[in-house]
C-alpha cells in the first residue's frame, strides 16, 4: 500500500534523525562555526579567482594560505566535540592575531626585489631617496640584468663613497644626478659614474672622483632641487645630469603633468584620503588600511579605482597625448637643465646634461618591445619627443661659447640599433653602461673647461 514512495519519504527523517544528534553532541557553536568558515572560504576563493595576477601576487599568497585555515578550521568543527567547537573561533581569531603581527613585521609583504618602495623614502625638497643610514636595499632586476640583487647605500641614501669635507687637495669632484639608469649596475665598476672615473684615470685625470647621487624614478626638476638644496655645499667642480628618460617617459604611464615627479598624484590621493577631503564614508576596504591581514585580504582595487579616475580626470585637464602636452613636456625638462647650467655658472661649477638613449628610440622594435615601452602609440609620441627635446634644448644651450660653463650631449641615439641592449623601457646592461660612460668621458676630456679647472686643483 505505501510503496516505494512511502520508503523515500521516511529517507529526509532518517537523516533529520541522525543529524539532531550529531549537533547535540558537538554543541550549538557548530552550525555557527561551519557558516562562518565556510562562507569565509568561499569568499576567499572568490578572491583568489580574482586577483590582480601583476598588482596583488603577494596578497595572493596571503589569501591562499588564509583559505587554507579557513577549511582547516572547518574540518576542526567537524572533529571536535562540543567543548572545542566552542572554542574554535576564538582560536581562528589568535591566529588572525598571529598573521597580523607576522605582515606588519614583514613589513610590505617582505618589501622585496618587486617592490620599489624602499628606494623612496620621503625627503624635503626632492620629495624622496634611498633609505638612509648605511642600509641595504635591493636594485630593481631591471638595473642588475635581471639579478635584482642587494646593496648597500650610504648615510645620506645614495649610492656613492661618503663625502670627505672639506674637499681633499686636488680633487676634481664631479656629481652625477639622475634616475636608476645612473645606480644600475651590481658592482659600482659597472655603474655608468663609476665608468667614467674610470675612463678619466685612464686618460690624464687621475684627480677626478665621481659621486653617485642619482636617485630611482628622478626627473629633472627633482635633480634641480637636490643641486641646489644639498650638493652644492659639498663643493662639485662639475654636475653631470644623465636623464630625460624619466622626463619624457613617467608623464604617460603616471602623472600626466608635465614637470611633475614621479606619481606625485598618488602623495595627493594618499592626502586626500588622510584628511577625508571628499567626505568619503567608511568603507571595509578604508577600513582595511589600518590593519595588514585585512588590507591582504581584500585587496587594493578600491585604490586603484580611485587613482583611475583621479588619472582619467588630470589626463583630460592636460590635453594628454596632444601635441601641445608633449611640447609642454619637453619644454619643463629643457627649462630644469637651463636652470641647472645657470645655478651651476652662479655658483662656480660646471655643469654638463647627457640626454640618455630609451627603448622607444630604437629600431626595429618586436612585438614584445614595443608592448614594454607602452605600445605603438606611446613610441611613436617619444619618438616625436625626442626630437622636440632636441630643438628645446638646443635653443637653451646655442652654442659652447655662449654657455662656456656648460655642455650638452645627444646620446638618445646611441643604441638605435641595438634594442636587446635594454632589460627594460629605460634600463641597460652592463655593456651599454660601458658603452654610455666612455662616450661621457670621452666628451668631457675633450671639454677645455674642465681641463682648466684640473689645472687649477
Avoid at 11 to 24: L, N
Avoid at 245 to 250: A, K, T
Avoid at 323 to 331: D, F, S
Amino acid at each position: 500500500m505505501y510503496g516505494p514512495s512511502a520508503r523515500f519519504g521516511r529517507i529526509p527523517a532518517a537523516i533529520a534523525g541522525a543529524v539532531r544528534p550529531f549537533i547535540a553532541r558537538k554543541g550549538p557553536w557548530f552550525l555557527i562555526n561551519q557558516l562562518v568558515f565556510w562562507a569565509l572560504a568561499v569568499w576567499l576563493a572568490l578572491g583568489v579567482a580574482r586577483a590582480s595576477g601583476v598588482f596583488e601576487q603577494s596578497y595572493l599568497i596571503v589569501r591562499v594560505i588564509a583559505l587554507g585555515y579557513a577549511v582547516v578550521f572547518a574540518y576542526l568543527s567537524f572533529v571536535l566535540e562540543r567543548r572545542g567547537n566552542a572554542r574554535l573561533l576564538l582560536h581562528f581569531a589568535a591566529a588572525c592575531i598571529c598573521g597580523e603581527i607576522v605582515l606588519r613585521t614583514m613589513g610590505s609583504l617582505g618589501a622585496g626585489v618587486k617592490n620599489d618602495r624602499p628606494w623612496r623614502e620621503p625627503r624635503p625638497y626632492f620629495l624622496f631617496g634611498g633609505p638612509t643610514h648605511g642600509r641595504t636595499v635591493n636594485l630593481l632586476p631591471a638595473m642588475d640584468e635581471g639579478m635584482g640583487r642587494a646593496i648597500r647605500l650610504n648615510a645620506e641614501g645614495f649610492r656613492t663613497r661618503e663625502i670627505v669635507t672639506p674637499k681633499p687637495a686636488g680633487e676634481v669632484r664631479i656629481f652625477f644626478l639622475g634616475g636608476s639608469t645612473v645606480i644600475g649596475g651590481y658592482e659600482v665598476e659597472t655603474t655608468i659614474p663609476g665608468v667614467v672615473e674610470a675612463q678619466l684615470h685612464a686618460n690624464g685625470l687621475p684627480q677626478a672622483r665621481t659621486y653617485n647621487f642619482g636617485v630611482l624614478s628622478f626627473v629633472s626638476g627633482q635633480e634641480l632641487a637636490l643641486f641646489v638644496h644639498r650638493l652644492i655645499d659639498l663643493k662639485p667642480d662639475l654636475v653631470i645630469a644623465y636623464d630625460g628618460g624619466n622626463d619624457l617617459y613617467q608623464p604617460w604611464v603616471y602623472d600626466p603633468r608635465p614637470g611633475y615627479p614621479f606619481n606625485f598624484v598618488t602623495e595627493e590621493e594618499a592626502m586626500t584620503s588622510l584628511a577625508n577631503r571628499e567626505g568619503d564614508a567608511k568603507t571595509m576596504a578604508s577600513l582595511a588600511r589600518d590593519s595588514a591581514l585585512l588590507q591582504a585580504l581584500l585587496g587594493t582595487t578600491e585604490w586603484f579605482n580611485r587613482m583611475e579616475m583621479r588619472l582619467d580626470r588630470l589626463r583630460g585637464e592636460v590635453n594628454f597625448g596632444s601635441a601641445q602636452w608633449k611640447e609642454a613636456v619637453v619644454n619643463a625638462y629643457a627649462r630644469n637643465l637651463a636652470q641647472m647650467c645657470h645655478f651651476a655658472r652662479g655658483s662656480g661649477t660646471l655643469f654638463a646634461a647627457y640626454f640618455q638613449p630609451l627603448l622607444a628610440y630604437s629600431k626595429p622594435l618586436d612585438a614584445n618591445q614595443a608592448a614594454s615601452t607602452g605600445g605603438e602609440a606611446m613610441v611613436g609620441g617619444l619618438r616625436a619627443q625626442r626630437e622636440l627635446a632636441l630643438r628645446a634644448i638646443g635653443a637653451q644651450f646655442p652654442a659652447p661659447a655662449v654657455e662656456a660653463g656648460c655642455r650638452f650631449g645627444n646620446l638618445s641615439g646611441l643604441l638605435e640599433n641595438d634594442a636587446a641592449a635594454f632589460t627594460d623601457a629605460i634600463h641597460v646592461d652592463n655593456k651599454s653602461n660601458q658603452l654610455i660612460g666612455t662616450r661621457i668621458a670621452e666628451d668631457l676630456l675633450a671639454w677645455p673647461a674642465l681641463q682648466t679647472k684640473a689645472r687649477v686643483h
